[in-house]
């Protein structure tokens, strides 16, 4: 085989592979819900997540974590959530906007709640959002994280 | 040379190799989970949902297929009808619900249960909506919040909030799964003025959903009742019920709606417009 044409097809694969290298990251990375900082030795991870249940129920869930957002890292002094907010939108408006819950839970590696309710209005663009600020503390340290989760629905 | 071909070659390959699995993989993944969702816990349960969907598919599929069919050319038929259109849009609804808490907004206005919902659109040469403008009002015309959508933004003054998404759509867009109706209804009704109108009753049943806001009351199926104009396939008025207890005595009417004006106008009241103008101060 030429050297010419060996250069040539080990660049194509070089670029193929690139390419998929981008579809994989953004097979796995884009679409979620969740964000994550170096804290106490670990790793603390907040998450939200809303889901479909039906076309008239959904679900909203949070999740603050160490080591993932399921836990499994270490137990620190306090881990939780300060606010949980969660909406809906119909067409450009916000038909419902609820105050949740706070939790705070201490010497554990993780916290978790849902909620579950009926999608109150009919519209031809319709979202579900979560929204919170999730809380992580350990010694004199003290970490902050609130992303916002929307997503179309249903 | 032709040694270190062989190794780049060989790299190359297995990197491939291991990036297709990869998405394959991950495909696979997405492909089983369906049109659903799945809880960050791993819940199983919407599996279960389309199995009993299914079940019950199986009696009145080509019924429920037409029904679905003429329901869904009502539609296309409107927005075609409209996207012939191109400019501003002017559309009010009036909507009806169940009394209640639906919450204060972060601007610090008390969401209603009955409100009117107006809005503008400016719909472009290719039927798609360029800019927005979303108005809530209670039904003595107080304002309640507003949103504005402009170059892919939508800026939230109700929630102080600006996010990037699609254009909203300017005609009724409900897709249906045939799959997940458990029976369907369809009536033709003509008015005092002699206006024929089409109507669809679509149920859906579903294993039992434990709701949080209802006293630990579980919905068990819901039902969809909208009315279209049969001569021209707009929208006319709807309503979505949640059935509590497995049953339609035992309901809640999550909201009922009715379109009050859809207009094609020649611009923006001065009053809206300079809504367009206002940026979020976050």
């Known amino acids: ?154 | 040379m032709e040694s270190k071909f062989r190794y780049i070659l060989f790299g190359v390959a297995l990197t491939l190799t291991t990036l297709l699995g990869a998405l394959v993989f991950s495909g696979g993944q997405k492909a089983q989970a369906g049109s659903q969702d799945t809880s960050i816990l791993g819940s199983t349960e919407n599996e279960a949902l389309e199995q009993a969907s299914f079940e019950k598919l199986a009696d009145t599929a080509e019924e429920k297929l037409s029904f679905l069919s003429e329901r869904q050319l009502l539609i296309d038929q409107w927005a075609e009808a409209v996207a012939q259109s191109p400019g501003w849009w002017h559309v009010v609804v009036r909507y009806d619900r169940e009394d209640g808490d639906y919450g204060t907004l972060p601007n610090g206005k008390t969401i209603p249960a009955d409100a009117l919902g107006e809005r503008w659109y400016l719909l472009n040469e290719a039927g798609v909506v360029e800019s927005a403008i979303s108005i809530m009002r209670d039904l003595d015309g107080e304002e309640v919040q507003f949103a504005t959508f402009q170059d892919g933004t939508w800026r939230h003054f109700g929630l102080n909030s600006v996010y990037q998404g699609d254009p909203p759509a300017l005609t009724w867009e409900q897709h249906l799964e045939a799959g997940t109706i458990s029976s369907m209804t369809r009536r033709e009704l003509t008015t005092d003025n002699q206006q024929s109108e089409v109507q669809f009753v679509i149920r859906h049943s579903f294993p039992p959903v434990p709701l949080d806001d209802e006293g630990g009351e579980t919905a068990t199926g819901g039902m969809l009742v909208e009315t279209y104009d049969g001569k021209t396939g707009q929208i006319l008025r709807g309503e979505k019920v949640l059935l509590l207890g497995g049953n339609e005595q035992e309901r809640q009417i999550l909201d009922s709606f009715e379109y009050l004006v859809f207009e094609r106008v020649q611009g923006l009241p001065e009053d809206v417009r300079h809504l367009l103008d206002r940026e979020i101060n976050e």
């Open chain 1, 1 to 154: 085989m030429k050297d010419s044409y060996k250069r040539a097809f080990t660049f194509l694969l070089i670029g193929v592979t690139v390419l998929l290298l981008g579809a994989t990251y953004r097979a796995v990375v884009a679409g979620c819900c969740q964000t994550y900082s170096p804290f106490a030795g670990s790793t603390a991870y907040a998450a939200k997540n809303n889901i479909t249940i039906t076309i008239y129920v959904w679900r909203a869930e949070i999740m603050s974590g160490m080591g993932s957002y399921q836990g499994g890292g270490p137990a620190i002094d306090e881990i939780g959530w300060t606010f949980w907010h969660v909406y809906e939108e119909c067409d450009g408006a916000v038909w419902e906007y609820k105050e949740l819950s706070a939790q705070s839970r201490r010497d554990t590696n993780w916290a978790y709640d849902l909620h579950q309710q009926g999608f109150s209005c009919s519209g031809s663009s319709q979202y579900t959002g979560n929204r919170g600020n999730h809380v992580f503390k350990e010694g004199g340290q003290v970490i902050n994280m609130a992303p916002e989760y929307r997503k179309q629905f249903p």
